[in-house]
T-cell receptor
Framework: NAGVTQTPKFQVLKTGQSMTLQCAQD?????MSWYRQDPGMGLRLIHY???????DQGEVPNGYNVSRSTTEDFPLRLLSAAPSQTSVYFC????????????FGPGTRLTVT | GNSVTQMEGPVTLSEEAFLTINCTYT??????LFWYVQYPGEGLQLLLK?????DKGSNKGFEATYRKETTSFHLEKGSVQVSDSAVYFC????????????FGKGNQVVVIP
């Protein structure tokens, strides 16, 4: 199993550009999430999904869109990039409800100039 | 709302020293608590967890006890190795229905040979 994969690993965008961060998992997990990691801030939840066709906002959703058309994929779209979105983005997945382990991808480092 | 607080600042120590990283929580009831570890250039991975008060989680020589009297979940290891150099995050489950987690800000641990 590949686990949770994310592409690209690195990306540089200009202000106003749009892009999609890809996330896929091959563990048949129902739950998937997107976090951003900033120095001194820990991880903050952007959006999450409890199954195909179901998404909801997390702590910092503004400027981001998600969709979940399949169990495997959970892309994160930046509609109009801003320098404040410079961060490291992590996708995570887990199985079922309860205190289950979340499996994290290797991250995407995004810089917006 | 429910949250976790980690001690401020990085931790630098010598190989074979004793490691403690403090984590305190604010919560209604007794939600499950976790420690995640992030090695350089990687995503987070679960280190250990405790699902109810007075539980002890342990893994790879690390331990943490869920103490409701002091609302704490401190991480300890008796003899650290250089390979333990990483960032450590304390986390608390916000909702069992969707596996949402709240993370602390993280502590960088550097072990010197």
């Amino acid at each position: 199993n590949a686990g949770v994969t994310q592409t690209p690993k690195f990306q540089v965008l200009k202000t106003g550009q749009s892009m999609t961060l890809q996330c896929a998992q091959d563990m048949n997990h129902e739950y998937m999430s997107w976090y951003r990691q900033d120095p001194g801030m820990g991880l903050r939840l952007i959006h999450y999904s409890v199954g195909a066709g179901i998404t909801d906002q997390g702590e910092v959703p503004n400027g981001y869109n998600v969709s979940r058309s399949t169990t495997e994929d959970f892309p994160l779209r930046l509609l109009s990039a801003a320098p404040s979105q410079t961060s490291v983005y992590f996708c995570a997945s887990s199985t079922g409800q309860g205190a289950y382990e979340q499996y994290f991808g290797p991250g995407t480092r995004l810089t917006v100039t | 709302g429910n949250s976790v607080t980690q001690m401020e600042g990085p931790v630098t120590l010598s190989e074979e020293a004793f490691l403690t990283i403090n984590c305190t929580y604010t919560a209604t009831g007794y939600p499950s608590l976790f420690w995640y570890v992030q090695y350089p250039g990687e995503g987070l991975q679960l280190l250990l967890k405790a699902t109810k008060a007075d539980d002890k989680g342990s893994n790879k020589g690390f331990e943490a006890t869920y103490r409701k009297e002091t609302t704490s979940f401190h991480l300890e290891k008796g003899s650290v190795q250089v390979s333990d150099s990483a960032v450590y995050f304390c986390a608390l489950i916000l909702s069992y229905g969707n596996n949402r987690l709240a993370f602390g800000k993280g502590n960088q641990v550097v072990v010197i040979p």
